[in-house]
């Protein structure tokens, strides 16, 4: 079964400072991995995923995130951190061949100014 | 604003009820999955339609139940109510039925008292 580990549960970076919020994920195959950022009261936005080809992907706001399959490992990056980027951030993974996602708990970042 | 609709937005109820979500997905979409988000389990993918057809199911108790309509609109049934159930309930849609991207709507919050 998959699933997916987010070790850190707060981060607090300051603003114009680098971001790696570090995503570890179990499955058998090779996976569909996604990063959503959810806003206080909103819904999740899809910021980025990786299905195949380049491992280094590029996403929305900025963010990037690197596949590494011998590490097992999607974490995401950002060069510099602004404040409205305070959010909840989750990870998932998903089988290509399934249909749901499975998700992080979740790593709630905190820019600080 | 992704595209998907979820009414209503709050949804205060007490224990013993049933109560009924909506969801619209984007336009186009024909799949929509349903999710869970509580403070002690996280996001838990419950169950996924696909052009009217229940298609995956995951941790959904027997007391809920869902299902997607020829507009291909889904609702999310609650019935027999705990305080437990107290969650953000989110739907998703994706174009296909296979692993794709999913668009979140902004979640419905359901309290029970």
């Known amino acids: 079964a998959q699933s997916v580990t987010q070790p850190d549960i707060h981060i607090t970076v300051s603003e114009g400072a680098s971001l790696e919020l570090r995503c570890n994920y179990s499955?058998?195959?090779?996976?569909?991995l996604f990063w959503y950022v959810q806003s206080p009261g909103q819904g999740l936005q899809l910021l980025l995923k990786y299905f195949s080809g380049d491992t280094l992907v590029q996403g929305i706001k900025g963010f990037e995130a690197e596949f590494k399959r011998s590490q097992s490992s999607f974490n995401l990056r950002k060069p510099s951190v602004h404040w409205s980027d305070a959010a909840e951030y989750f990870c998932a993974v998903g089988a290509s061949y399934g249909n749901k996602l499975v998700f992080g708990a979740g790593t709630i970042l905190r820019v600080k100014s | 604003d992704s595209g998907v609709t979820q009414t209503p937005k709050h949804l205060i109820t007490a224990t013993g009820q049933r109560v009924t979500l909506r969801c619209s997905p984007r336009s186009g979409d024909l799949s929509v999955y349903w999710y869970q988000q509580s403070l002690d389990q996280g996001l838990q993918f419950l169950i996924q339609?696909?052009?009217?057809?229940?298609?995956a199911k995951g941790n959904i108790l027997e007391r809920f139940s869902a299902q997607q309509f020829p507009d291909l609109h889904s609702e999310l049934n609650l019935s027999s109510l705990e305080l437990g159930d107290s969650a953000l309930y989110f739907c998703?849609?994706?174009?296909?039925?296979?692993?794709?991207?999913?668009?979140f709507g902004p979640g419905t919050r359901l309290t029970v008292l």
């Open positions: 998703a849609s994706s174009v296909t039925s296979v692993l794709n991207e999913q668009f």
């Open positions: 339609y696909y052009n009217g057809e229940e298609r």
């Open positions: 499955y058998g195959a090779t996976p569909y």
